[in-house]
């Protein structure tokens, strides 16, 4: 429910990759934060500076290559980046004074933020890359819209069960037929797993929410006593299944890449794999209006949804984009078409009402 920042070597290896491909948008300026260079002087279009809010590392690296970069040559409409976290954006929105025109988070602080009346309602007719786009209407909410798709799933040890693989959570939890340690995430990295432990134990991807809390918890008992960790770290996965420490494990995907294009006998199941987003929304009394619709339906568009793709592993919301993209790079993301069936959208309503409740049963479930 939080930014979320995908290790440094993993943007850097899909920037050496997606070179050639994206050398029309333009080159990597100096990123993270301050103001893309404008490509257009003398050119007559608007010199103006939009100011955008992002978690910054990695993340607003790629945004920077693959957006930012892109729309202040199209446009002429320079990007300043700015890092700052929740409380402080909220305050400044509250005392009418942002000074920030688009903020890019996750989902949930696109809802918090609808929720506290900090944001505008979207006129998706400005958003013409909307338009018939196959964009999941979870994601095209009244103040917000999702941008890109990231995932947890199930990874495991090839070498573990005799040349068998789990395909399921219900695999996962069966420790008898798939012997051997587990891992899932702790509360410190994100939500619970608690979809997992549903889809474990027979409810069907479409079933899922409103999650029944209670039956979630005495799956959770059945797998309990295989748990050898309790994840907090996207890198902890990968190194406990690299130790052979654990067989199975939940993680982040894109976190065990660059261990597999290195010859560990490791690998995805994406069968009920969680999808989360990060989004756009507008603060209320964003100074450059104009211009916020601009970047947002810019960053919508399947050729910018796919440059975006092959230099960070975060997903197009836009189907369109998977035309555009290598198949190698398709084929590891979690909105392709494949990967869309096998999994699902966290409900992020039912969780921010639901969080504080279900944090603490989880504590107490883990330390019990």
């Known amino acids: 429910m939080r930014d979320v920042r995908i290790d440094r070597r993993l943007f850097l290896r899909g920037v050496g990759g997606a070179a050639a491909g994206l050398a029309a948008a333009s080159a990597l300026s100096a990123c993270g934060t301050g103001s ?12 103006k500076t939009l100011v955008v809010r992002n978690s910054g590392g990695t ?12 729309f202040t040559k199209e446009t002429g409409i320079q990007i300043k980046v700015v890092n700052i976290a929740y409380a402080q954006l909220l305050a400044q929105i509250k005392q009418g004074r942002p000074q920030f025109d688009v903020i890019d988070t996750s989902m949930a602080d696109v809802v918090r933020f609808k929720d506290q009346d900090a944001t505008e309602v979207l006129d998706y007719d400005r958003l013409k890359s909307t338009k018939n786009a196959g964009i999941a209407e979870s994601l095209m909410m009244s103040h917000g819209i999702g941008k890109n798709y990231w995932a947890s799933v199930m990874a495991y040890r090839t070498d573990a069960f005799d040349g068998r693989k789990p395909e399921s959570w219900a695999d996962f939890w069966d420790t008898k037929a798939f012997k051997g340690s587990r891992a899932l995430q702790a509360r ?13 134990d027979g409810v069907p991807l479409d079933k899922l929410y409103p999650l029944d809390v209670e039956r979630a918890f005495k799956s959770l008992d059945n797998i309990r006593g295989s748990v050898r960790k309790y994840w907090d770290t996207g890198a902890l996965p990968g190194v406990l299944l690299g130790r052979e420490e654990v067989v199975a494990t939940s993680v982040w995907h894109g976190r065990l890449d660059a261990l597999i294009k290195g010859g560990s006998p490791l690998a995805y199941q994406w069968n009920g794999a969680r999808r989360q987003s990060n989004g756009f929304c507008i603060p209320k009394g964003a100074a450059n209006l104009d ?18 793709a092959e230099v960070y592993p975060m997903a197009p919301v836009v189907p369109a984009a998977y035309k555009k993209l290598s198949p190698a790079a398709a084929d590891n993301l979690a909105s392709s078409p494949e990967h869309l069936k096998s999994g699902f959208d966290l409900d992020v309503e039912w969780w921010i009402k639901n969080e504080a409740a279900v944090s603490k049963r989880w504590q107490e479930w883990v330390n019990a």
């Not at 404008?38 to 608007?46: E, P």
């Not at 410190?188 to 474990?200: Q, R, S």
């Open 188 to 200: 410190d990295a994100d939500l619970p797993e608690l979809e997992f432990a549903l889809l474990a």
């Open 59 to 70: 993340y607003g690296e790629a945004n920077q290559k693959a957006v930012y970069d892109a």
């Open 36 to 47: 893309s260079r404008s490509t257009t002087a003398g050119s007559g279009k608007s010199s």
């Open 291 to 308: 211009a916020a619709y601009q970047l947002v339906d810019f960053a919508l568009r399947p050729d910018i949804q796919a440059a975006y």
